[in-house]
C-alpha cells in the first residue's frame, strides 16, 4: 500500500484525489495549507506526496524547498501555472514530477506508481563513489571536489543516480527523461544537455573533454568512473 498526502486547499480536488487514491489501494493523507503539509511528512511518512503550489500560507515552492532539507520523499507538483519557468524551479528545488490543471486522474495515478518505485530505489541508496577527480555521497548528497565540497541540485542528484546505478553502462535518453522528470517526458533530449553540461563544469577537470559522463550521440549518456 502507498501512503498518499495530497497538499491542496480545494476541498473538491481534495476529495476527488482522495476517492481516486483509495479506489487503487491507496492510503491517504490530505492538508489544506502547506504548515500542515510539512509536519505530516514528518507525522505520517508519506511514501509520495501529491504538491499545489497555490497554497493558502506558504507558496508550495517553498513548501518543496523547506521539505527538501530534511526529506527526499518523492513530490508530484499539482499546478495551475503552465509556464516553463515555474516547471524548472519546481524541479530544480526537487520535485519529482509537474503536472498542470485540468489533469487526467488515471495518467495521475501512473505518475504516483512511478514516483513510488522511484522512491524506493532511492531508499535503497547507491553508498559512495570515487573517482579520481570527485567524490560524490549519495546517501548524504555531498559531492566533494579537490577536498571542497560542491553543491548539486536534487536534478542533478538524480541524473547521477540513474548513470551511476550502472557505471560504464549506456542509459537511453527516454530512460533517463522518464525516471528524472516523469512518465511524460521522453523526447526533451535538451533538458538532458542542459544538466549533463552543468555537471560537467562542476565535476570533470576538463568540461569540454569530459572522462567521466559521456554523451553517446543519439543514444544516450553512459558514466564511467
Known amino acids: 500500500m502507498i501512503r498518499v498526502l495530497v497538499v491542496d486547499d480545494d476541498p473538491r480536488l481534495q476529495r476527488t484525489l482522495t476517492i481516486a487514491?483509495?479506489?487503487?489501494?491507496?492510503d491517504v493523507v490530505t492538508a489544506n495549507d502547506g504548515r500542515t503539509a510539512?509536519?505530516?511528512?514528518?507525522?505520517?511518512?508519506?511514501?509520495?506526496?501529491?504538491l499545489d503550489l497555490g497554497l493558502p500560507d506558504i507558496d508550495g515552492t517553498e513548501v518543496?524547498?523547506?521539505?527538501?532539507?530534511?526529506?527526499r520523499v518523492p513530490v508530484i507538483v499539482l499546478s495551475a501555472r503552465h509556464d516553463s519557468d515555474d516547471?524548472?524551479?519546481?524541479?530544480?528545488?526537487?520535485?519529482?514530477?509537474?503536472v498542470t490543471?485540468?489533469?487526467?486522474?488515471?495518467?495521475?495515478?501512473?505518475?504516483?506508481?512511478?514516483?513510488?518505485?522511484?522512491?524506493?530505489?532511492?531508499?535503497?541508496g547507491l553508498g559512495t563513489l570515487s573517482t579520481a577527480d570527485f567524490m560524490l555521497d549519495f546517501a548524504e548528497r555531498r559531492a566533494t571536489v579537490a577536498d571542497a565540497e560542491i553543491r548539486l541540485t536534487p536534478t542533478e542528484w538524480r541524473l547521477l543516480e540513474e548513470l551511476c546505478r550502472d557505471p560504464g553502462h549506456l542509459v537511453s535518453q527516454q530512460e533517463l527523461l522518464h525516471t528524472v522528470w516523469g512518465p511524460a517526458y521522453g523526447k526533451e533530449s535538451n533538458y538532458l544537455?542542459?544538466?549533463?553540461?552543468?555537471?560537467?563544469?562542476?565535476?570533470?577537470?576538463?568540461?569540454?573533454s569530459p572522462v567521466h559522463?559521456?554523451?553517446?550521440?543519439?543514444?544516450?549518456?553512459?558514466?564511467n568512473p
Do not use: C, M, W
Open 64 to 71: 518543496l524547498r523547506r521539505l527538501r532539507l530534511s526529506s
Open 213 to 223: 559522463i559521456i554523451t553517446e550521440p543519439g543514444l544516450g549518456y553512459r558514466f
Open 87 to 98: 516547471t524548472v524551479e519546481a524541479l530544480d528545488l526537487g520535485a519529482d514530477d509537474y
Open 193 to 208: 544537455r542542459v544538466y549533463a553540461n552543468q555537471l560537467r563544469r562542476k565535476l570533470e577537470p576538463d568540461p569540454s
Open 21 to 26: 487514491l483509495r479506489a487503487h489501494g491507496n
Open 38 to 50: 510539512i509536519q505530516a511528512v514528518e507525522d505520517d511518512a508519506p511514501d509520495v506526496v501529491i
Open 101 to 124: 490543471k485540468p489533469f487526467g486522474v488515471e495518467e495521475l495515478l501512473a505518475r504516483v506508481r512511478a514516483a513510488a518505485r522511484r522512491g524506493v530505489d532511492v531508499a535503497r
